[in-house]
């Protein structure tokens, strides 16, 4: 079974444009985060780049100091001297690597992590000796805080200017979609700032194109009011022409045409008011049964039956939710095939006919003027005041075709406690 709904929100006065952004999805802090990552990534390549020169040249350095005492030592021992204690004639003594590497003709040397090795000879000719590496690891210790630091300020500075610079260019566009969201509703809007980059000859164009939008717009209103307005008085005549016409067919052709157009421009007129009234102001916790019940008998369809299934207290406008109901009873009488009933069922009130049922291209796209509807014709302005109405008052229009007819349902999204 198909069904469309309307959306809360749907057809009330609301911005075109949001100003308003989440702060994870906002070009600024993207953008800030973004020039962030970007400076620590160069500081620290650059810091990389750095510390393994600096570490190669102190390893390098390490290495000759330790071939250096390796000679001192087999002087020293040449001359009959003791062996310093930094100094080892044991293979054991020695790391796996660099016993391995042994050169009798010449000096090994060898990093084990912690000191560097220096080795010549084999057996009873080995003579070893190690430097401390504590000043390369003290050093690369100093360089990758140093760095770190660096990084950290370069990405902190990074993050401010284009905090900054980027807070210039979203500042300027949410003035531009306030400006918009100003042209649209009617209000005086400023002209974007005459700044000559991309950004400012964008936004004067959009806020041009607003502006005209919302010119169009009123000047549709107005003429739906107007031609609506000036047709009433030729109709009144026309109507009473047609009633002093004869019984046959052509004569009740021609009523049934004039009741046709003189039914099209009061929905016009509706329609010209609905789009001018204000926002509901007395929503407020009511019994849906009772309005609903009030509203019919305050109506010409009075004669339309009331079930309630189950009553709920929901808020509402009373004006609202009349001009909603009547629109879409009106509507199931005149193309319903009559059989028209009015359910209340908890925070929904549904109206059901036993017509045709709606055309798919109406379950599909919602309501539109001047669309028809079912095989007996119309002009859609009924359904579009009724969802005018609906979504003031707070209420969803849901449609839907059943296998008795068409539905046609005000829908609140939940009960409220009675006053």
């Known amino acids: 079974m198909t069904t469309w709904s309307s959306t809360p929100g749907t057809t009330a006065p609301r911005p075109v444009i949001t100003t308003h952004v989440p702060w994870h999805r906002s070009l600024r802090v993207r953008t800030a985060a973004a020039m962030a990552l970007l400076a620590l990534t160069l500081v620290l390549a650059a810091g990389a780049v750095f510390a393994h020169t600096s570490i190669t040249g102190a390893r390098d350095q390490l290495r000759t100091q330790a071939t250096a005492q390796l000679r001192e030592i087999a002087a020293t021992d040449?001359?009959?001297g003791t062996l310093p204690s930094r100094a080892t004639r044991d293979p054991a003594a020695l790391p796996a690597e660099l016993r391995g590497a042994l050169d009798a003709r010449a000096v090994v040397t060898y990093d084990d992590g912690t000191s560097m090795w220096a080795a010549r000879g084999e057996g009873a000719d080995l003579l070893a000796t190690r430097v401390s590496g504590a000043p390369v690891r003290q050093q690369w210790a100093d360089l990758v805080r140093t760095f770190a630091v660096s990084g950290a300020g370069a990405a902190l500075i990074a993050a401010?200017?284009?905090w900054f610079v980027a807070g210039r260019l979203t500042r300027r566009l949410r003035v531009t979609a306030s400006t918009v969201n100003d042209a649209i509703a009617g209000r005086q809007a400023d002209r974007p700032?005459?700044?000559?980059?991309?950004?400012?000859?964008?936004?004067?164009?959009?806020a041009d194109t607003a502006a005209a939008l919302a010119v169009r717009l009123e000047q549709e209103r107005a003429v739906s009011a107007d031609v609506a307005h000036d047709l009433k008085t030729p109709l009144t005549a026309l109507s009473s022409?047609?009633?002093l016409l004869g019984d046959d067919e052509d004569a009740d052709r021609i009523r049934r045409l004039v009741r046709r157009?003189?039914?099209?421009?009061?929905?016009?007129?509706?329609?010209?008011?609905?789009?001018?009234?204000?926002?509901?102001?007395?929503?407020r916790p009511r019994s849906l049964a009772r309005s609903v019940e009030r509203v019919l008998a305050d109506s010409p369809s009075s004669h339309v039956p009331v079930r309630v299934l189950a009553d709920a207290t929901v808020g509402l406008d009373p004006d609202r939710l009349a001009r909603a109901l009547t629109n879409l009873v009106g509507n199931?009488?005149?193309h319903g095939d009559g059989d028209v009933e009015v359910v209340v069922d908890g925070t929904e009130v549904r109206v059901t006919d036993r017509g045709p049922g709606f055309p798919e291209a109406l379950l599909a796209e919602g309501p539109r003027r001047f669309g028809a509807l079912g095989t007996a014709g119309?002009?859609?302005?009924?359904?579009?005041?009724a969802l005018h109405h609906a979504d003031a008052t707070g209420a969803r229009l849901v449609l839907r075709n059943t296998d008795r007819g068409a539905?046609?349902?005000?829908?609140f999204d939940r009960a409220l406690s009675p006053d």
């Open 332 to 334: 199931a009488e005149r």
């Open 160 to 162: 401010l200017v284009s």
């Open 193 to 206: 700032t005459a700044e000559d980059d991309e950004v400012g000859v964008l936004s004067r164009g959009i």
């Open 378 to 385: 119309g002009t859609g302005i009924g359904l579009a005041i």
């Open 261 to 283: 157009l003189r039914d099209l421009v009061d929905d016009l007129l509706r329609l010209a008011r609905a789009q001018h009234d204000a926002p509901a102001s007395d929503v």
């Open 78 to 80: 040449a001359f009959g």
């Open 241 to 243: 022409a047609a009633a």
């Open 407 to 411: 539905s046609a349902s005000l829908a």
